[in-house]
């Protein structure tokens, strides 16, 4: 729930001082150099708040500099409560909602949610999902139709989308052109590990990659088989549904190059979901440290 009595989402210095607090936890560092020893906060009024100098460098920068906030003429305040209504509403939350609660323009809110979803996505080396003793669950789905397609049978002209989920554990999710068996051995290769047990349906996709780990539990999905044992894929299809629900119910319409950032906001949320004892403020917070590195590559009016 999104407390409106906290300074962060009113008062710009609050906003500031909280982003500097998660950003620089251990201290203030230069984002042109990485300085962290000769820099210090340029005081006075002309200067204003939060502007920092480099004698390493001899640049100057805030909180902001290299972030999905920088350049951004948007006040903090309205960031951060859009990083809230983001993180914390479980099927989204349209551009549209944003725009009329936080009293800035369609265009702007729009450009926000497609940052936040930047920050969102999963950022550097990552290891695989899964381990000994650990299960992961693997499928495709089929969402829309690919742009210009006229194709109206079949799922060739439906946008394809691969998930992996490690029960109890995060999601990975995949936008891809085809759901061909090497496209798929080849994602399940880079994010899972091999001494888990896969569990899939009974698609031909799987059945030769599937040697390749500890072990390989399938059901028959065309047989009304849907749990056997442990073998299940219960997980991933509960995830598909949010998604689903999501994507028809609160976004209506994703244009294909799109796709991608609404899998990672998705796989964000479930990842770091309530069940795994995380709350909304601590979600928010993780996913204001992914705003470093991806800053704004154009200026958008409001």
Known sequence: MLDL???????EAAAREHLQSIRWASGAYCPHCGEAEQVYEIGGKSAGS????????????????????E???????????????????KKGIS??????????????????????????KRGGMVGPVGGHGKHVEVDE??????DGSTVKRGTAH??????????????????????????VASIVARNVSKASTLNTDESKLYVTMGRDYDGHQVVNHRNNEYVKGTATTNTI????????????????????????RYLNEFD?????RSATGIDDKTRTRRALLGSTGKRLTYQQTH
């Not at 009595?5 to 008062?11: E, G, R, V």
């Not at 789905?141 to 690919?146: L, P, W």
């Open 50 to 69: 939060g502007l920092y100098n480099c004698k390493s460098c001899r640049k100057k920068f805030t909180v902001t500099v290299g972030t999905v906030f």
């Open 5 to 11: 009595t906290d300074p962060i989402y009113s008062n």
């Open 141 to 146: 789905t089929y969402i829309g139709r690919k």
């Open 158 to 183: 439906k946008r394809t989308v691969i998930s992996l989920v490690e029960r109890g554990g995060e999601v990975r999710s995949f936008h891809v052109d085809r759901a061909t068996s090497s496209e």
């Open 237 to 260: 299809e509960g995830y598909f549904s949010i998604f689903k629900k999501g994507m028809s119910g609160v976004y209506q319409h994703c244009s294909e190059p799109h796709l991608q």
């Open 95 to 120: 551009a549209h909602q944003i725009h009329r609660m936080l009293g800035i323009t369609y265009k702007s809110a729009w450009f926000m949610c497609h940052r936040i979803r930047e920050a969102m």
């Open 268 to 272: 964000f949320r479930y990842t770091y």
């Open 71 to 89: 350049r951004s003429h948007l006040p903090l305040t309205k960031w951060l409560a859009a990083f809230h209504l983001l993180c914390s509403s």
